[in-house]
């Protein structure tokens, strides 16, 4: 598995964008997929999560951080090999870069909202939201 995230920008406050993730691997297993940020001074912290049900992900489970919950969608195609996020009624407090992450493994649904489950990384896309 190797991730290419991509789709970053500068947007005003109240703006949309999308991420997207690439992996020129073999395709997402259905352990899990997320999204992490990490604000300037700040640590890594979790936005986005799925994880699929034993074999498809169509009956998967979504996580997702208060502070984006109702603005932030994300979303897999499989059949592409991507992942996305969509970003909606953006705040100056999203600005950070944004990583996409892929599980090895299956783990307890708690672990999502942290780094554990993620072995597989991308390098980071700068968003930045101007007020």
């Known amino acids: 598995v190797q991730l290419q995230a991509s789709g970053g920008g500068l947007v005003r406050a109240g703006g949309s964008l999308r991420l997207s993730c690439a992996n020129s691997?073999?395709?997402?297993?259905?352990?899990?997929v997320g999204w992490f940020r990490q604000a300037p001074g700040k640590e890594r912290e979790f936005v986005a999560a799925?994880?699929?049900?034993?074999?498809?992900?169509?009956?998967?489970?979504?996580y997702y951080a208060d502070s984006v919950k109702g603005r932030f969608t994300i979303s897999i195609d499989n059949a592409k090999k991507m992942m996305y996020l969509q970003m909606n009624g953006l705040k100056p407090e999203d600005t950070a870069i944004y990583y996409c992450?892929?599980?090895?493994?299956?783990?307890?649904?708690?672990?999502?909202?942290?780094?554990?489950?993620?072995?597989?990384w991308g390098q980071g896309t700068l968003v930045t939201v101007s007020s």
């Open positions: 691997g073999r395709t997402f297993s259905t352990y899990g």
């Open positions: 992450a892929a599980a090895d493994r299956r783990y307890s649904s708690s672990s999502y909202y942290t780094p554990r489950p993620y072995a597989y």
């Open positions: 799925i994880r699929g049900s034993s074999t498809v992900w169509g009956s998967g489970v979504f």
